[in-house]
């Protein structure tokens, strides 16, 4: 099909899906997805290596800031705590081997009431407020997700949507997807719509992802 051959096909079906009031349905259906103020390339390259960095170690009432400057300079990259923030004289007892470096600071940052975030490149230390950052909102398509695993009893895809989506609500942030709080996740035909924090938005990807593995792992069966 020629390229204007191909415009004049689309500019009809819009034509036609406007003169059946389905336009706005299809709208409804696929929401534009907002994209992640976490995916700028500084910050998603220290994603990665957050994730890819291997570290071992054993930490046995260190004090926090001397773990941090130790992950600081095993990993070359920039980690910044928030003193304001920390406990007088926080200790951390930890042991570690070939973990990734993204799991040492959620544990560690755990032991004393912080957590993490990456900011222009630049991992950051705080607690929950510290790090606050507007909700934002997008899409993912998990209409493979629905689907029947071999062996178990086939559900209807609303039903099937609804439990994958109480299932992220109890696993990632639970709690934190109350009326009032601006977060919220809701399914339409295959496809969850989330409003969340960017970090939140990270934790349910990884979250299908894994389920993907496992449902490959399946098949190979």
Same mark, same amino acid.
């Given at each position: ?27 409804? =259906? ?36 001397? /773990? ?28 570690? =081997? ?34 606050? #950052?507007?909700?934002? #909102? ?15 009893? /086939? ?13 992220? =609500? ?15 996740? #809701? ?17 349910? #990807? =990884? ?15």
């Amino acid at each position: 099909m020629s390229g204007r051959n191909a415009m004049a096909w689309m500019l009809a079906a819009a034509m036609v899906l406007a003169l059946t009031g389905l336009a706005s349905a299809v709208e409804e =259906k696929k929401p534009e997805a907002v994209p992640l103020p976490g995916e700028d390339p500084k910050d998603q390259k220290v994603l990665e290596q957050l994730d890819t960095i291997k570290v071992t170690f054993e930490f046995n009432e260190q004090p926090f800031v001397e /773990a941090i400057d130790f992950l600081q300079t095993l990993a070359k990259l920039n980690i910044v705590a928030d003193k304001a923030k920390l406990k007088d004289a926080a200790t951390v007892t930890l042991k570690l =081997k070939d973990a990734p470096l993204s799991t040492a600071l959620k544990l560690l940052t755990a032991q004393v009431d912080l957590t993490y975030g990456v900011r222009d490149g630049v991992i950051l230390i705080s607690d929950a407020e510290g790090l606050k #950052r507007p909700p934002v #909102r997008a899409m993912y398509d998990v209409a493979d997700l629905l689907k029947p695993r071999a062996g178990l009893k /086939a559900k209807e895809p609303d039903e099937a949507l609804n439990d994958l989506i109480e299932t992220i =609500k109890q696993t990632i942030a639970p709690g934190n997807w109350d009326e009032g709080s601006g977060n919220a996740i #809701r399914g339409i035909d295959g496809t969850i719509i989330v409003t969340h924090v960017p970090d939140v938005h990270r934790e349910v #990807r =990884k979250f299908l992802a894994e389920l993907r593995k496992v449902r490959e792992g399946d098949a190979k069966r």
